[in-house]
């Protein structure tokens, strides 16, 4: 039985991290969804390794109720929130974002390091029923709520099913991803309930298993857009060809509506009016990333977002001084969002060809 639970840990290990490389070597431009899955799952190699040379060493590793472990596995749970998460909403997660998402694992980290230092005995127990019997003990009720945190990140992904706004997949994909999710959290529980060796062994071929489902889903059945018959074809295309125009009439669609949420965003809030506005912050706003922005900015004519955020800038110029609410330029530029009389200058030079005063000559100001 020992000689397969090492055996096991192993191929899991290598298992994970064939998939991690796998993700990663196939990760695509402009998306962070396979990244952050491969990392993920990465977690999870590095995760094995301590376990399996524990064993091969002849020690006895952790029990699974142990505060270490626990900690381990709610650090898992949680990461594995994130995935959905940038797959539903393209660079909503930034690195504040992140904190917050851990802030509740990172209190309970504090509070298990200040209690080790403060000579806190955390007695070894092999399953929950075990510890029932000391409840009233702070190392056995911190252990516990490790436990119930289990459950809860699951409720995020409930929450992102109902987010319907920039979907990048369909709801099928998430059931299924849910599913899987739940799976492995219950197959987790079942091992912190009862000791037996066999179901530890079965636990890591469940959390494998996966962990594979959810890799294959996104290499292979997670479609930006959904499959349609078209019912006037009458020549049938080959699977690959199908495959091509999906992803660029997904793609062709993700511009569209990405440039009419940035159309909408920047006249809503007259954005470019803000001097400290970057691509980096505008992405964030609209739940997409840095390079998709770009491409759409690029796609609409401007050659980069400099260039767009000025020509909205001397349109906007341009306005306030032909409405007469400045009779000061320079004013005006500083209004409109530059931080310089002279970039406003050249900008101004650059989309009309002159300088204001020749521009509005003949005018009051």
């Known amino acids: 039985m020992e000689h ?11 298992v994970c991290l064939l998939s991690s490389i796998l993700l990663f070597a196939r990760r695509k431009s402009g998306e962070r969804s396979r990244v952050i899955l491969a990392i993920i799952v990465f977690f999870s190699v590095l995760n094995y390794i301590p376990r399996f040379i524990a064993l091969t060493n002849g020690y006895e590793p952790e029990f699974a109720v142990s505060a270490k472990p626990l900690l ?18 393209p660079g909503w997660l930034n690195f504040s974002r992140i904190v917050k998402l851990y802030a509740f694992w990172l209190i309970l980290l504090f509070v298990y390091i ?25 190392e056995v009720w911190f252990r516990l709520l490790l436990c119930l945190f289990l459950l809860t990140p699951g409720l995020f992904v409930i929450f992102i099913y109902y987010v319907k706004h920039h979907n990048n997949t369909d709801s099928v994909w998430l059931k299924k991803y849910a599913t899987a999710f739940y799976i492995n959290i219950i197959a987790f529980v079942l091992v912190l309930i009862f000791k037996e060796p066999l179901l530890h062994i079965l636990y890591y071929y469940v959390s494998v298993g996966c962990s594979l489902y959810i890799v294959y889903m996104e290499l292979f059945d997670r ?26 009439a997904s793609l062709e669609s993700q511009k569209s509506e990405l440039t009419k949420r940035l159309d909408a965003y920047m006249h809503k809030n007259s954005a470019w009016r803000d001097p400290n506005l970057s691509l980096t912050r505008l992405a964030s706003d609209l739940y997409t990333n840095r390079t998709t922005l770009a491409q759409a900015m690029h796609d609409s004519g401007y050659e980069n977002y400099i260039n ?31 931080r310089s009389r002279s970039t406003a200058l050249r900008n ?18």
């Open 72 to 89: 381990i596995a709610n650090f898992m749970v949680i990461s594995y929130i994130m995935y959905p998460i940038e797959v539903i909403l």
């Open 4 to 14: 397969l639970y090492i055996s096991t840990i192993f191929a899991g290990a290598l």
């Open 223 to 248: 479609l930006l857009v959904k499959k349609v018959k078209n019912k006037q074809t009458d020549v049938e295309a080959s699977q690959e060809e199908i495959s091509s125009v999906l992803e660029t």
């Open 308 to 338: 767009y955020i000025n020509k909205l800038r001397i349109d906007d110029f341009l306005r306030h001084i032909e409405s007469g609410q400045s009779s000061n330029y320079q004013e005006a530029f500083f209004f409109v969002g530059f």
């Open 348 to 365: 101004f030079k650059k989309y009309t060809g002159t300088i204001p005063s020749d521009y509005f000559k003949g005018d009051s100001c």
């Open 114 to 138: 200040y209690t080790i230092y403060a000579g806190v005995q955390y007695t070894p127990y092999s399953s929950i029923p075990e510890m029932f019997a000391q409840a009233e003990k702070f």
